[in-house]
């Protein structure tokens, strides 16, 4: 009797883990698509306009969150996912094709973040100051560089001390 008993109290415990496991298998197997910036896109670091400022934006889809986190500038989304405390499992991550949108105003055009080049050290800014311009090609990139600066690296190129966010608000001269 206590045999019985026990395997249904496990098989109770463990209708709810399958059935939640399932539901993952199903989230994770489900192509992310990159939403759009509109007017009203905010910053989820700091609530700024996404569409105020120049430069390559980001957004990051984590896993269980219907709606994806929007960055004003591809340093953010680094200094976010490289945090050690960073613990949220990430499902997508999408930065601009700055080989194809236009710095001033960019819009659309969203590559997955990990198999896109980036140049650090640029002369161009973006929304806080210095930024990693990112490209699909690595021609775009490396025109790029040759026209502003800076050198070219892959996503895991890019270390967390890099990913620096102090002094965004002096090269802003809207805040």
């Given at each position: 009797m206590?045999?019985n008993?026990r395997?249904?109290?496990l098989a109770a415990?463990a209708a709810?883990?399958?059935v939640?496991?399932?539901?993952s298998?199903?989230d994770?197997?489900?192509?992310?698509k990159p939403a759009?910036?509109?007017?009203?896109?905010?910053?989820?670091?700091?609530?700024?306009l996404?569409?105020?400022?120049p430069?390559p934006?980001?957004?990051?889809?984590f896993v269980?969150v219907?709606?994806?986190?929007?960055?004003c500038?591809?340093?953010?989304?680094?200094?976010t996912?490289?945090?050690?405390e960073q613990?949220r499992?990430?499902?997508?991550?999408?930065?601009q094709?700055?080989?194809?949108?236009?710095?001033?105003?960019?819009?659309?055009?969203?590559i997955?973040a990990?198999k896109a080049?980036y140049i650090?050290?640029?002369?161009?800014?973006g929304s806080?100051?210095p930024?990693?311009?990112?490209?699909?090609?690595?021609?775009?990139?490396?025109?790029?560089?040759?026209?502003?600066?800076?050198?070219?690296?892959s996503?895991?190129?890019?270390?967390?001390d890099?990913?620096d966010?102090s002094?965004?608000?002096?090269?802003?001269s809207?805040m």
């Open positions: 206590n045999f008993r395997h249904l109290l415990c709810p883990l399958t939640l496991i399932g539901c298998q199903s994770a197997a489900t192509p992310i759009q910036i509109d007017p009203a896109t905010t910053c989820d670091l700091d609530g700024m996404l569409a105020d400022y430069g934006k980001a957004q990051v889809h269980g219907a709606a994806p986190v929007f960055f500038d591809t340093v953010e989304m680094f200094a996912l490289l945090r050690p613990v499992a990430v499902r997508a991550a999408f930065v094709d700055m080989g194809r949108a236009d710095w001033d105003k960019p819009q659309g055009h969203w997955e990990d080049l650090v050290g640029s002369k161009r800014h806080m100051g930024t990693f311009a990112s490209f699909a090609a690595e021609a775009d990139a490396k025109k790029f560089a040759s026209a502003h600066g800076g050198r070219l690296l996503y895991a190129g890019i270390k967390p890099m990913a966010l002094g965004g608000a002096v090269h802003d809207r």
